[in-house]
Structure formats: structure tokens, C-alpha cells
Nanobody, 119 residues
Framework: QVQLVESGGGLVQAGGSLRLSCAAS????????MTWYRQAPGEQRELVAIITNRGRTDYGDSVKGRFTISRDNAKNTIFLQMNSLNAEDTAVYYC?????????????WGQGTQVTVSS
């Protein structure tokens, strides 16, 4: 089992930056990918960024070029560096981990952290 805790959210002005963290614990050696998602009020959940256990990354179109996902394997933590924030980035940001268990894959989720961007 994997536990995930997000942190770093808050209120930021448009054009500013924020860095989110997601700390994983438990069976971290079995994690295949870790992903940042976000969900704004009245909107569908949106993939923001993903990083694999090989270090490969990908981004949603709306954040490409502005956000960067990274990881610190020694601390079992991933980060989301968010630059050039705008009001459309306001959402609850969640991290998730896909874990390879003996009986198959399972996805684990953190509780989310609120990011609010003011104009």
C-alpha cells in the first residue's frame, strides 16, 4: 500500500509561481508512475503531469512549457513547479501513484491541495 500527502498549495497572484510536493510512503519501490491531476469547480479532472519510474515525463497541453514535474527518489517525493500561473490554473491538485502489486496494478491518491490564482 502507498500513502500520498500533497503540500505546497495556496494563494498566488497571476504570473507567479508555486511548487507543490507529494510525499509517498509505504511500498514505494513498486510505484510505476506518479501523476499530478487537478480539478476545478464544475470541471472534469484533468491530467497535469506524469513521471515514470524511468524518469520520463509528459504534460497536459494546458500546462506544457509552464509546469515541470520532477522527483527525488531518495525521499520518495515528486514535485510540480508551476510558473506563469493564471486564473485557469485554480483547482485542487492531486497526486496519484500507480503501483504494481502481485495481483495487478492499483492507483493511490492523496487528499489534494488547493491552488488559487488571483488576477
Amino acid at each position: 500500500q502507498v500513502q500520498l500527502v500533497e503540500s505546497g498549495g495556496g494563494l498566488v497572484q497571476a504570473g507567479g509561481s508555486l511548487r507543490l510536493s507529494c510525499a509517498a510512503s509505504g511500498s514505494t519501490s513498486r510505484i510505476i508512475t506518479m501523476t499530478w491531476y487537478r480539478q476545478a469547480p464544475g470541471e472534469q479532472r484533468e491530467l497535469v503531469a506524469i513521471i515514470t519510474n524511468r524518469g520520463r515525463t509528459d504534460y497536459g497541453d494546458s500546462v506544457k512549457g509552464r509546469f515541470t514535474i520532477s522527483r527525488d527518489n531518495a525521499k520518495n517525493t515528486i514535485f510540480l513547479q508551476m510558473n506563469s500561473l493564471n486564473a485557469e490554473d485554480t483547482a485542487v491538485y492531486y497526486c496519484s501513484a500507480r503501483v504494481d502489486h502481485e495481483v495487478g496494478f492499483a492507483d493511490y491518491w492523496g487528499q489534494g491541495t488547493q491552488v488559487t490564482v488571483s488576477s
